[in-house]
């Protein structure tokens, strides 16, 4: 069993761009706009809006979960590896964090293991992966999702079940790991206050979606004023 898939991580080997065309959805009497994205090597980008605003078809959509119009996003010219982590995860491994460990056969110093210490996760050593709390649950699943090889890294990040202080050290780790490993991070927030504390806006790109109005939610690198 792979790393990735002891959570449902799932790997794609489709053809994209760093550039995700403007697209939208009618979903029901809701429709979803969303405005072209850029993304640069070796940067973290935020998708940033409330929840139930589609942040999570957004990202579905750029890893080709969802469908636009009926039709997947293009993929221009270049193969790279999208690795996607859901919102909601459900761990497969039985046993503890160490006979997790054990099992992969990674080392102190290996990168996992590494940001399990960074983000506290070592005093869970002995609790079955499976009974872990939710936040444990999320941060470990970041944890494998970093450990996982591939170029994007888009993550659905459910905030309300991580700690403020326990996503900015997640979110540090994420974009030192983009910046020395020219990879490409996109990861969703509701806390435009904390990205502000960790983007480097040389590269990263904060996009916005927000209710523009009762039934239409508009995305883009602005904030977009209700009239």
Known sequence: MELGSIIGLELFDEDVH?????????????????????????????????????????????????????????????????????EFIEPKFNGSLNELIISKKLDENSFFMKNISKLDLLRFLDVSVKELGEEQKQLLSFCIFLSTEGLIYVMDSPSYLISESKRGVMYGIFKNFCDKNDKIGLITEDNEKLVNEVIDERLGRKYFIKKFSENEFYGGDMYIENN
């Open 18 to 86: 760093y550039t995700f065309p403007t697209f939208y959805y009618s979903l029901g009497d809701k429709k979803f706009y969303f405005k072209s994205l850029s993304l640069e090597l070796g940067s973290l980008n935020f998708v940033i809006g409330e929840r139930k605003v589609g942040k999570t078809l957004f990202m579905r959509s750029l890893t080709g979960l969802e469908c636009p119009n009926e039709k997947p996003l293009e993929r221009n010219f270049l193969n790279y590896d999208i690795v996607y982590k859901p």
